[in-house]
Structure formats: structure tokens, C-alpha cells
């Protein structure tokens, strides 16, 4: 297959990363996207090492099973962009349209499931600033039994609300704005937009979406899993 | 859409430009009216930094008096004229914020890095034109909205352009919470906008250089800009975060700096500094760029040790991310991670002693022109190494016991910000003029300009060493509080004077600035006979740049070059090499 | 650069089941009772690196691009780990 001239580096121009410039620029953001979650990540961390005691254990206030399947869905949302890529790759536009269509809903999706889950942690009585006064956790954690198969909740989760809604808040935030690119991109493939020798912008999106599954990735693991 | 070179040839072929005037003027994509709009924006901000100065220089000078033209400021800052502390405060505050924020940063970036990228390294525009114009309209609205915090109610923020927690944290300790909400907002914003024009500078360095601009033929102020762009784009986001979590401690309740649930105040201190650090490489490490390129073309000679000056850009980049402890000795942090940050901090001053020297080298037994670029060079070079020495004394830290938040830091700041990048942005300002204009500023007012700001500047802020020295805290309200300041009242009121000539020197400049755009002498291609690729395009530079994309022969600063008869080889210029040891 | 041909595809639909399967042995070891608290922890955190680097080799092509993409890739984590590492210092130490 002819190998395009768009998809290379510039053309009258000294070599320079290898790549054409909307992927170096996108990856160049992916470095700086890498040091916002690190300052967030990095903040629980350490606030974890300074304050273990303000967190209960794994599965005791988050639910691990829901957010489990809303993981896998993120990760076949991840298959269904790189198939898209592969697709259009091969100038298959039907399937390029057909999956990304499948990655807007699967991701659209893991947003809602997100916001459902905020929802029954509200109503359960935990928010950023931790127990909500009065509520069910609230009373179970000041009297001190044993909750869900682990030892009684903590005296007071302010950090663990202050973490955890952050990070997954500003992941969310994430996936949303690439949903929202994901439908401009979308909307262009049905348009014809996209072929096999100009396919820059499904390659530059795909490239944020797995950056924003990969933190989920590690997200999910520490936040709900530790 | 034209990303290739070759499409924007098409582009710069068309002769007769059709755009309107918003889409020329107001949302251009081009590199060289972004970079102006820029340096308006800039310079008005530079100017509200200064009056914020001035007002504080007022408090500190003559405590308790007046201020001239007070009765225009409402009760809430300065009742009868006096300000008050809370006000004084914001003032602090404030200053430093704009001034680091809203002036520098984008006067060093913002404007050098969107106009002269492009230029110097043969490319007709950046890699993401429209991205570079968002990024501008998005650093005017995070501008407006700090400045709308002097306007809401409890004032603006407070706590120091460094904003500590949990002082910053939380209203019921500072007694502001709208503007210091709204600080937090404008910090995320203009990182947004800093963010983007970063990826832009980074992609544009890297891919579109013109054939024969080899990484060791680019000029030291584009390298400059390339290391400052990585620093912004990896720093900037840290403090994106931390501004986040100050936010929402201020606005959703959340713990992350306050004590009463295991928030960790000295959390905000490590995030901030891991971001402060690199910042401050950032305000320096253009102006190093500029001076570089000025001090050649003033000297007639190629910079001394090109490829030393390159390895300490990057050395000092480099270190930069592991020096950031040593704000912080006196917190309370890990003495041991203290000793560490001694150590590292007193090691990056060895590349910036490398500049120094190469700086130097390359004046010695020069052709000297002293043009007013080459003057503020200069004087960058002394002002910055006064500021590098305080820097030494600092970096140890049982001296910084005693001088920590003393005027001797205050000194230091000033030092290699005002003595250094102020006055190599005066410089890069006046030199890249004509390019932008199409005019020279008056070289007469730019002399006038130079040695009156350079004596006001050391008369304001060299005696601030010794104030810090003799004790004497950072931003307090009122000096004559403490007996043991008593003595040195003087001192503050002579600061104060100084501060007053030196910023209406600035009027000088402004004023050449403004009638120039209109009546300033037309300038040829290459009204300082310089090297770099920009000097062979007309002055102003035509939207496209270059008729076609050019090709670079040389090294970037061929002044006195045996090859030719004139004393300066452009850097696309074809020549016979003619045998010589001596010729590189 | 020459552009790589893509005859042959990264194989997409492996990666994935090794990622499931990822997950579900990490929620395994998460809720397991035998073992102690640390070793649980390094456990996941290695199986969570994992499923990132197979995210970012396969799916982010970082497998088949040049060495000068792969740099530029990974030069943010050395400050992650610094700043995380010495901050951990001020409550550990």
C-alpha cells in the first residue's frame, strides 16, 4: 500500500521525532497529561503514607464489582478504537465507522456507570469532605462495628473522599472530553473524512483514549483495590 | 489543511492577502501577530505589576501614610488612603502572581517563543497555527478573571504569590475566599493556555526545522525556548493539580492541605516547589537565549563555547527538577532530604557559572558595538551573576536559616528577575523590533531608558541585601512595628524613592515603544547585520515567512568569518569556504 | 523513516484477553486472606504496570515505533517517581 505523504514527518524539513506532527504534538500532551495525574495520584500516595489510617479497606465503602465490569468495559473500549485504527488502516471504511461508533457508546457508558456510582455514594453519606453528617456510613463508622467483612470503617475518611473524588473526577473529566472528540471523529468517518492514506486524526484520538484507559488502569487498582 | 511545507509555500506565494481584519489581526493564526498580541498583553500586565509595586514600596517606605490619590480606593482596601494590612496583603500577592504569571513568563514565551521559532529555524509558521491562537485567547481571559479578584468581596488573594496552605485553604484563616477561588481558577486556565503553546513550540523544534538547521546549528535562543517549552509542559500541569486540590479545598470541602482531617500543609509546599523550581529556569532560561544572540551580534563575534552553552541550557534543565527542596529548609522537612537539595542546588550553579564565562569569551577582543540590545545584554550578565552569588549564599542551608523570608531573598528575586530577565527582555524587545514593526525604536531614548533604569534598579533593590541581612522579614505590613527595624527605617524609605524614579523611568520605554510603531525609521531586512534566518526576510516579516523554505549552511553566529568580506555570514547564505586552519 | 507496512496486525484481540484476565487475577489477590498487606500491595501494583505497558506497546504502538518516540514516551515518569519518592521521605524516614 503506498505509504502517504501526510502520514510521515513534514516533508522539506530535517529529521526530527520520525512522526508526523499532530502524533508528536499528541504525545508531547500525553507527557504533560502524565505529570497532571501525578500531581493528583502523587497527592494520595503520599497522603496515604502520611494518614493510612484515614482509609477503609478495599470494597468496604467503593463497589469493587461494579466498577470491576465498568474496568473491562473501558479496556474493550480501548480494542474497539484500535480496530477502528486497524479498519481504516486498511481503507475499510464501514468497520472504521462501525467501531468507532462502539467506542463513543462503550465509553459514553463507563461515564454513566461512573456518575451512578457517585450518585450511591452520596446517597450513602460519603463525599469529598468524607462522612456526610447523619448518614448510614456516618452512623455505622461511629459505632464502631465490623462493616462488609472488614474491621470497623475509620473515624473519619476526609482524605479518602478528598483522593478519591478527585482522581476519579478529573479521570471522568477526561473520558468525557475524549467522548466528545471521539463523536467530532466519528461524525467526520461518516462523512468520509478518513481514508487509508489520511487517517491522522483516528490514529491522534486513539492515542488519547488509551492514554485515558491506561490511567484507569492504574486508577483502579490503587483507588479500589489497596 | 496545510501542515507540510510545501503547502504553506502555496500559502506565502499568494501575494495579495484577502483575509478580513479580525481574522488578520484579532484570531490570527500567525506566529509572528500572536507573539505581538502577546507583548501587548504583557506589557500592560508588566505595568499592573509595577503599580502594584509602587503601592507596596508606599506602605513599606512611609507606614501608615496616605497613599497619593488614595481616596479612590474603597474602605475595604485603604480607608482615608491607608491601606490596610488584609489589602497590603493582596498586594504582595498580587504583584507577584501578575508579575511571574501575567508579565514574565509570557514575555519571555508567550511572545519570543511564538515569533522567533518559526523564524530562526526556516519553518512558515508553528505546527498547530490554530492551536497557537487558542492558546492566546485563553491566557486574555484567565488575565481578566485575576484581575476581576481585586473586585469581589474580601479582596483578592492573600497568601503570598506562593499561596501556602492552609492560610490559602481556607477562608476562616485568610479571610478571603472568593478571590482566592478565583486565583486558583486563573492558575488553571493560563496553565491550559501555557500547556498548549508548549506542545506547539516542542512539535515545531523538533519536526520543522529547515533543511541544514542541524540541532547543533539552531541558535542558543531557540534551544533556550525548546528546553523552556519541556520544562513548562511537564512543570505547569503539576501546579494545574495542586491549584485543583486548593480549590476544592476552598470550594467542596476536601482535606488535602488541612490539618483538622490529616490534610498536609507541607503537601502544598512539595507540589508547589516541584512546579516553583523549574518555573524559575523558566523566567531565566529564554533571557539566557536572547542575551546569547545579542552579545554575539554586539561583539561581532560567534559565542564562545557554542556547544558548552548548549550542554549547560540543558544541564540547567535537567537539575532544575531536583533543587526544589531548598525553598522549603525552613518547614520542617526531612533534614535529610534538606542536605540533598544543598547539595544539588549548589551544583546547578555551575552551568549557569559556564554561561558566564562563555559570555565572557565571547566579548573579549570583540568588535563592540554598544547598541541598546547589546547594553541590557550586559547588564543581564553583571545583574544576574549578583543574583547568582546571593543565590550560593542561600543554597546553603545553615545560611538560610537566618535569611529565609528576610529581604535578602527578596533581593535575589529581584536580582535575576528584573536584573536579569527584565532588562534581556529589554534587550530582545528593542532587537526584535524592526522585525515585528518594521521599524527601529529611537536609539537615543532606548540609552536614556538603560542607564537611568539601570541606576534606579540597583539603588532600589541592592540595598535590599543588607536589609535582609539585618533582619528584616518579607511581607510584613508595617516595619516600624518592630524595634529591632527601627534603624533601618532609612533604608526602606530610600528603597521606596528609588522604586518611584524606577518605575516612571518605565515611561520612557513605553513611550518608545508606542510613537515608534508609527514614527520610528524604517528598518531594512537586517538592520543589526545578524546571522539568524528572520534578518533575511523584510521587516516586518510577511505572513508565510519565507518565499521558499530555505536551506542553512552555517553555524548560527558567523560573525568576523574569514569566508566572507562583511563581518557577519547568514546563516542561509552560500560561500566558496576558502582554506583556512582557523575557518570551522 | 520508512513506514512500516501493515500486512500483519499487532494481535489486538490477544492483548485484550491477557487484559482481562489481568483484572480478574488482580481482584483475586486483592480479596485474598492468606497473605500480608505489603505483598498484596507490590502484587497489584505489578500487575497494574503490566496491563499499562501492554496498553501503551500494543495498542499505543510504542512496540513498533523508533527509539526517539519511545524516549520522549516515558521521559515524564523519572519526575513522577521523584517527586512521589521524595515527598514519601518527609512521613517514612
Excluded at chain 1, 457508546?105 to 456510582?117: K, M
Excluded at chain 1, 486524526?201 to 483507588?223: A, R, S
Excluded at chain 3, 494481535?11 to 497473605?35: H, K, N
Excluded at chain 3, 497494574?48 to 520522549?72: P, S, T
Aim: hydrophobic share 55%; charged share 10%; with cysteine.
Amino acid at each position: 500500500m503506498a505509504h502517504p505523504a501526510v502520514m510521515q514527518p513534514p516533508a522539506q524539513a530535517e529529521p526530527g521525532a520520525g512522526v508526523y506532527n499532530e502524533k508528536l504534538g499528541m504525545w508531547v500532551f500525553l507527557g504533560s497529561e502524565v505529570m497532571f495525574f501525578t500531581a493528583l495520584i502523587g497527592a494520595y500516595i503520599i497522603l496515604r503514607f502520611a494518614q493510612p489510617g484515614a482509609w477503609a479497606l478495599p470494597g468496604q465503602i467503593l463497589n469493587v464489582p461494579v466498577t470491576a465490569v465498568n474496568t473491562f468495559l473501558l479496556i474493550c473500549s480501548s480494542v474497539t478504537m484500535v480496530k477502528a485504527f486497524a479498519a481504516i488502516q486498511e481503507g475499510d471504511q464501514r468497520m472504521l465507522r462501525v467501531w468507532l461508533l462502539a467506542t463513543v457508546i462503550i465509553g459514553a457508558t463507563f461515564v454513566s456507570v461512573q456518575v451512578f456510582e457517585y450518585m450511591q455514594l452520596a446517597h450513602e453519606g460519603f463525599l469529598p469532605g468524607g462522612y456526610v453528617a447523619g448518614s448510614h456510613l456516618a452512623e455505622v463508622a461511629e459505632s464502631g462495628v465490623a462493616y462488609k467483612g472488614g474491621p470497623a470503617l475509620p473515624e473519619s475518611v476526609g482524605l479518602y473522599g478528598s483522593t478519591f473524588y478527585t482522581m476519579t473526577g478529573f479521570h471522568g473529566f477526561h473520558v468525557t472530553m475524549g467522548v466528545l472528540s471521539m463523536i467530532f471523529v466519528t461524525v467526520k468517518a461518516y462523512r468520509g473524512g478518513y481514508t487509508a492514506q489520511d487517517h491522522r486524526g483516528v490514529e491522534v484520538i486513539g492515542l488519547y483514549w488509551h492514554f485515558v484507559d491506561l490511567v484507569w488502569i492504574i486508577l483502579f487498582t490503587i483507588v479500589y483495590l489497596i | 489543511m496545510a501542515t507540510t511545507a510545501a503547502a504553506f509555500d502555496h500559502v506565502a506565494h499568494a501575494h495579495i492577502d484577502t483575509r478580513s481584519f479580525i481574522k488578520r489581526y484579532i484570531f490570527s493564526t500567525d506566529h509572528k501577530i500572536i507573539g505581538i498580541q502577546f507583548l501587548i498583553m504583557s506589557l500592560l500586565f508588566l505595568g499592573v505589576g509595577g503599580l502594584l509595586a509602587i503601592m507596596m514600596r508606599w506602605q513599606l517606605g512611609f507606614p501608615g501614610a496616605a497613599l497619593p490619590a488614595g481616596g479612590m480606593f474603597p474602605e475595604t482596601m485603604a480607608p482615608d488612603g491607608i491601606m490596610l494590612p488584609e489589602f497590603y496583603n493582596s498586594l504582595v500577592t498580587m504583584h507577584g502572581t501578575f508579575m511571574v504569571f501575567f508579565a514574565i513568563m509570557p514575555l519571555l514565551v508567550g511572545v519570543f517563543a511564538n515569533f522567533l521559532i518559526p523564524l530562526k529555524i526556516g519553518a512558515p509558521d508553528m505546527a498547530f497555527p490554530r492551536i497557537n491562537m487558542a492558546s492566546f485567547w485563553i491566557a486574555v481571559p484567565a488575565g481578566l478573571i485575576m484581575l476581576t479578584s481585586f473586585a469581589v468581596e474580601g479582596g483578592a488573594a492573600g497568601a503570598g504569590w506562593t499561596m501556602y496552605a492552609p492560610l490559602s485553604a481556607s477562608a476562616e484563616y485568610s479571610g478571603v475566599s472568593t478571590g482566592q477561588m478565583l486565583w486558583s481558577a486563573s492558575i488553571v486556565v493560563l496553565g491550559m493556555a501555557s500547556i498548549l503553546g508548549s506542545m506547539n513550540y516542542i512539535t515545531t523544534v523538533i519536526n520543522m526545522r529547515a533543511p541544514g538547521m542541524t540541532w547543533f546549528r539552531m541558535p542558543l535562543s531557540i534551544w533556550a525556548l525548546f528546553i523552556t517549552a519541556i520544562l513548562t509542559i511537564l512543570a505547569i500541569p503539576i501546579l494545574s493539580g495542586a491549584a485543583i486540590m486548593l480549590l476544592f479545598d476552598q470550594l467542596l470541602g476536601t482535606h488535602f492541605f488541612l490539618p483538622p482531617q490529616g490534610g498536609q500543609p507541607l503537601l502544598w509546599q512539595h507540589l508547589f516547589w516541584f512546579f516553583g523550581h523549574p518555573e524559575v529556569y523558566i523566567l531565566i532560561l529564554p533571557a539566557m537565549g536572547f542575551v546569547s544572540d545579542i552579545i554575539a551580534n554586539g561583539s561581532r563575534k560567534p559565542i564562545f563555547g557554542y556547544h558548552s552553552m548548549v550542554f549547560a541550557i540543558m544541564g540547567i534543565g535537567f537539575l532544575g527538577w531536583i533543587v526544589w527542596g531548598h525553598h522549603m529548609f525552613q518547614s520542617g522537612m526531612n533534614p535529610t532530604l534538606g542536605t540533598s537539595f544543598m547539595i544539588s542546588t549548589l551544583l546547578i550553579a555551575v552551568p549557569s557559572a559556564i554561561k558566564t564565562f562563555n559570555w565572557l569569551g565571547t566579548t573579549w577582543r570583540g568588535n563592540i558595538r554598544f547598541h541598546v540590545p547589546m547594553l541590557n545584554a550586559v547588564a543581564f550578565v553583571a545583574m544576574f551573576v549578583i543574583g547568582g552569588l546571593s543565590g550560593v549564599f542561600m543554597a546553603s542551608t545553615p545560611v538560610d536559616i537566618q535569611i529565609h523570608d528576610t529581604y535578602f531573598i527578596v533581593a535575589h528575586i529581584h536580582y535575576v528577575l528584573f536584573g536579569g530577565s527584565l532588562f534581556a527582555l529589554f534587550g530582545a524587545i528593542t532587537f526584535w523590533y524592526p522585525k515585528m514593526f518594521g521599524r527601529m525604536m529611537s536609539e537615543r531614548w532606548g540609552k536614556v531608558h538603560f542607564i537611568l533604569t539601570f541606576i534606579f534598579y540597583n539603588l532600589t533593590f541592592f540595598p535590599m541585601h543588607q536589609l535582609g541581612l539585618g533582619g528584616h522579614m518579607r511581607r510584613i505590613y508595617d516595619p516600624t512595628e518592630y524595634e529591632f527595624l527601627l534603624p533601618m527605617q532609612g533604608i526602606n524609605r530610600f528603597i521606596t524613592v528609588s522604586a518611584i524614579l524606577l518605575f516612571t523611568t518605565q515611561f520612557i520605554f513605553a513611550a518608545n515603544f508606542v510613537i515608534s510603531w508609527f514614527k520610528g525609521k524604517r528598518a531594512g531586512n537586517n538592520p543589526w547585520q545578524d546571522t539568524g534566518l528572520e534578518w533575511t526576510t523584510p521587516s516586518p516579516a510577511p505572513h508565510g515567512n519565507f518565499p521558499t523554505t530555505p536551506t542553512v549552511y552555517h553555524a548560527p553566529y558567523e560573525f568576523s568569518s574569514p569566508h566572507v568580506a562583511e563581518d557577519y555570514l547568514m546563516q542561509d547564505r552560500k560561500v566558496e569556504r576558502i582554506a583556512s586552519p582557523t575557518a570551522s | 523513516m520508512e513506514p512500516k507496512p501493515h500486512a500483519k496486525h499487532p494481535p489486538y484481540v490477544g492483548i485484550w484477553v491477557a487484559l482481562a484476565v489481568l483484572t480478574m487475577l488482580e481482584i483475586g489477590v486483592a480479596f485474598f486472606q492468606g497473605w500480608p498487606k505489603q505483598l498484596i500491595i507490590i502484587l497489584l501494583v505489578a500487575l497494574a504496570l503490566w496491563k499499562a505497558l501492554l496498553v501503551a506497546l500494543y495498542y499505543m504502538h510504542l512496540r513498533f515505533e523508533g527509539n526517539r518516540l519511545r524516549i520522549l514516551a516515558i521521559a515524564p515518569l523519572p519526575l513522577a517517581v521523584i517527586l512521589v519518592i521524595a515527598v514519601i521521605t518527609e512521613y517514612v524516614w
